[in-house]
């Protein structure tokens, strides 16, 4: 089963997500993003990235120079790999889990691992997944893994933000995983 998750940035995707990952517990391996934000002007200025085993680091900044950039952010692929790839790897050889993506997006998918690893995870039916995409086909394998035969797509709102994770819960039961 693939669940999908989408919405307008900042909506509570990565919220939920972590709220997941705390009901389910040590059944999940993979990674999300958070926002980092300047402690005097509250103002974002980057991105990192942290991985089920606690591993994390900086992979988008306002400071960073480099030839990815996503508005303002550089981004900086290897730290992003170090991170998000070997949970993915692990997690595609291990049994009985599922996989976090937070998330298949611009940043992200400057990585050529990653998009190799996301393909392989997402068209594979034997890999269970979680993950958050844009809410627009920001490059082609968003759009693909979005009309992926059989993945249940989930728009989050402010109005079921708050209680999706339960129907995300009941949706994975009810399809015995």
Do not use: C
Not at 23 to 31: D, E, N, S, Y
Not at 74 to 86: E, K, L, M, Q, Y
Not at 92 to 103: G, L, N
Request: charged letters at 30%; glycine letters at 6%.
């Amino acid at each position: 089963m693939k669940i999908l998750l989408t919405g307008e940035p900042g909506i509570g995707k990565t919220t939920l997500i972590k709220k997941l990952l705390q009901k389910l517990g040590k059944k999940v391996r993979g990674f999300w993003t958070e926002e980092i934000r300047d402690k005097n002007t509250k103002k974002r200025i980057g991105f990192k990235v942290i991985n089920t085993e606690g591993q994390e680091t900086v992979f988008a900044s306002k400071y960073f120079t480099s030839k990815h950039l996503v508005g303002s952010y550089g981004v900086n692929v290897s730290r992003f790999d170090s991170v998000a790839i070997p949970i993915l790897e692990k997690a595609i050889r291990e049994k009985d889990i599922y996989i976090v993506i937070d998330e298949v997006g611009k940043m992200e998918l400057f990585s050529q691992r990653f998009r190799e690893l996301v393909r392989e995870i997402f068209f594979n039916p034997k890999y269970k997944v979680i993950a958050t995409i844009p809410i627009r086909d920001v490059h082609p394998l968003v759009k693909e893994i979005r009309r992926l035969p059989g993945a249940v797509l989930l728009e989050v709102n402010k109005e079921n933000r708050d209680y999706l994770a339960e129907e995300v819960i009941k949706l994975l039961n009810a399809n015995g995983l």
